[in-house]
């Protein structure tokens, strides 16, 4: 057991483009959650999903923003049509029961 | 909502002294979990400390301990002996189990460590 592991961990990016990064949990987590951090700022939830149901998405930013954990282990989050504002750290974090929550080590993007 | 604040934007310690920071919160739930993470520069944030609401004793974990005033909704963090690798951005988060122990964040605190 590596941790929670995200991928990629930069990505720089054309305005109106759009990408999508990856997390792996902790492989016994059935909880996973994005966050979104800028500079000079705490973590920003964005949504989480207990296995493969999504239970929160209200925070996702605009409906630019979707995120996926199609059988309940890894997840995807995707921006679509990039603005400048997406800017930002992309952290993924995971947990069981026992309700600490252990983060990854971001998935930085850049739009330009 | 639950809301988080840190108020110090900047706390500076000379190494092996000790150093607190300072938390408060807003809630209207009773059964909670308070955290403290550490972001370095690398920015994994790792997790600190941990304190259960239901519990009166304050955590303790080596050099780290906490002092969590329930009633007036603070929970400061105390680095004992402080070391170069003590220095980030530390971070105190709020998470409740009816909310899928989904975190709220402070502002942050950067710690500073002098030689």
């Known amino acids: 057991d590596t941790g929670v592991s995200q991928d990629p961990r930069h990505k720089i990016t054309k305005r109106g483009q759009n990408v999508t990064f990856r997390c792996d949990p902790i492989?016994?987590?059935?909880?996973l959650y994005w966050y979104r951090q800028t500079l000079g700022q705490g973590p920003e939830f964005l949504t989480y999903?207990?296995?493969?149901?999504?239970?929160?998405k209200s925070r996702l930013l605009s409906d630019r923003f979707s995120a996926e954990r199609p059988k309940g282990s890894f997840s995807t989050l995707e921006i679509q049509r990039t603005e400048q504002g997406d800017s930002a750290m992309y952290l993924c974090a995971s947990s069981s029961a026992g309700n600490t929550i252990y983060f990854g080590e971001g998935s930085w993007l850049t739009v330009v | 909502a639950q809301t988080v604040t840190q108020s110090q934007p900047e706390m500076s310690v000379q190494e092996a002294e000790t150093v607190t920071l300072s938390c408060t919160y807003d809630t209207s739930e009773s059964d909670y979990y308070l955290f403290w993470y550490k972001q370095p520069p690398s920015r994994q944030m790792i997790l600190v400390i941990r304190q259960e609401a239901y519990k009166q004793q304050n955590a303790t974990e080596n050099r780290f301990s906490v002092n969590f005033q329930k009633a007036a909704k603070s929970f400061s963090l105390k680095i004992s002996d402080s070391q170069l690798g003590d220095a980030a951005m530390y971070f105190c988060a709020f998470g409740h189990q009816a909310a899928g122990n989904k975190l709220t964040f402070g502002g942050g605190t950067r710690v500073l460590v002098k030689p």
């Open positions: 492989s016994e987590h059935n909880r």
């Open positions: 999903f207990q296995n493969e149901a999504q239970l929160e």
